[in-house]
């Protein structure tokens, strides 16, 4: 099986940074698309960005130009840079992989179990 481990979140003020990591382990045979997304109370998941494995990035409109999305391919790990954090950032950020294992040899989507990021002063 697979296992995604988010870390990073936490309290941090307005025009803060942080900086979260998500690290696939298990059965893993190659990662694909990596990516963030996050979740407020009572809305819909959204995509916050996502990263290929040949290095193509999308990000949603409004994290553009204060977040940066990255991976270590060896480590099977993605992280997010956040920077000038804005109150409506809040929420629980999930990672997502997609990941071929050794087990089935098909490409699956796995969701890490989120980490809350609270932007308040």
């Known amino acids: 099986q697979v296992q995604l481990m988010e870390s990073g979140g936490g309290l941090v003020q307005p025009g803060g940074s942080l900086r979260l990591s998500c690290a696939a382990s298990?059965?893993?045979?190659?990662?694909?698309?990596m990516g963030w997304y996050r979740q407020v109370l009572g809305k819909q998941r959204e995509l916050v960005a996502t990263?290929?494995?040949?290095?193509?990035?999308n990000y949603a409109d409004s994290v553009k130009g204060r977040f940066t999305i990255s991976r270590d391919n060896a480590k099977n790990t993605v992280y997010l840079q956040m920077n000038s954090l804005k109150p409506e950032d809040t929420a629980v950020y999930y990672c997502?992989?997609?990941?071929?294992?050794?087990?089935?040899?098909?490409?699956?989507?796995?969701w890490g179990k989120g980490t809350l990021v609270t932007v308040s002063s």
């Open positions: 997502l992989a997609n990941i071929i294992t050794t087990k089935y040899y098909r490409a699956m989507d796995y």
């Open positions: 298990g059965s893993i045979f190659s990662t694909n698309v």
């Open positions: 990263l290929t494995s040949g290095g193509s990035t």
